[in-house]
T-cell receptor
Framework: GAGVSQTPSNKVTEKGKYVELRCDPI?????LYWYRQSLGQGPEFLIY????????DSGLPNDRFFAVRPEGSVSTLKIQRTERGDSAVYLC??????????????FGPGTRLLVL | DAKTTQPNSMESNEEEPVHLPCNHS???????IHWYRQLPSQGPEYVIH???SNVNNRMASLAIAEDRKSSTLILHRATLRDAAVYYC??????????FGTGTSLTVIP
């Protein structure tokens, strides 16, 4: 079946601009996660949705970052007033839900964001 | 904080076994140990996970120490397609995975 998809695959923007990154999770998965990966580092957690609500947004670095999942499926990560330090790969993952420690997360290919 | 420690890099000859170690000395009693790998320019891919007993699947084996403070991912016969960054992961507060920096595996033909 279809895996997690993310669009766009690459995004180049200028400092100060607004960007939106989209994630389509695996159909039926109630849990959705956003991570950010800088060059040479492992992914870092940003936010976790259970259904439509953000159950844990403790990883969002500041109030320029916001994410929504209005219908409990597709999610959009929004970054306002982008800065060069926001340049990274933004990864989305989904899981069946339930929050069990054993649960597997399925990752998309990521969106590579470059802020000039 | 439940975190993991892995060597930065390892090498293996093709078709030989590879043992990738991970220390997780602060693991909680109910935390599963997850292993993912990330090929260049791709998202992380699930490899295996376990709680206490050793686990096997078609990709790899996971050996978990009796005190659960360390584990080893075993690739039985490394191929060139196994060259990737391997992450040993614990689930920390809530549902987030803590990845660390992983082990970059080079497979030598």
């Amino acid at each position: 079946g279809a895996g997690v998809s993310q669009t766009p695959s690459n995004k180049v923007t200028e400092k100060g601009k607004y960007v939106e990154l989209r994630c389509d999770p695996i159909s039926g998965h109630t849990a959705l996660y956003w991570y950010r990966q800088s060059l040479g580092q492992g992914p870092e957690f940003l936010i976790y949705f259970q259904g439509t609500g953000a159950a844990d947004d403790s990883g969002l670095p500041n109030d320029r970052f916001f994410a929504v999942r209005p219908e409990g499926s597709v999610s959009t990560l929004k970054i306002q007033r982008t800065e060069r330090g926001d340049s990274a790969v933004y990864l989305c993952a989904s899981s069946a839900g339930g929050g069990r420690s054993s649960e597997t997360q399925y990752f998309g290919p990521g969106t590579r964001l470059l802020v000039l | 904080d439940a975190k993991t420690t892995q060597p930065n890099s390892m090498e293996s000859n093709e078709e030989e076994p590879v043992h990738l170690p991970c220390n997780h000395s602060t693991i909680s009693g109910t935390d599963y140990i997850h292993w993912y790998r990330q090929l260049p320019s791709q998202g992380p891919e699930y490899v295996i996970h376990g709680l206490t007993s050793n686990v096997n699947n078609r990709m790899a084996s996971l050996a978990i120490a009796e005190d659960r403070k360390s584990s080893t991912l075993i690739l039985h016969r490394a191929t060139l397609r196994d060259a990737a960054v391997y992450y040993c992961i614990l689930k920390v507060t809530g549902n987030q995975f803590y990845f660390g920096t992983g082990t970059s595996l080079t497979v030598i033909p």
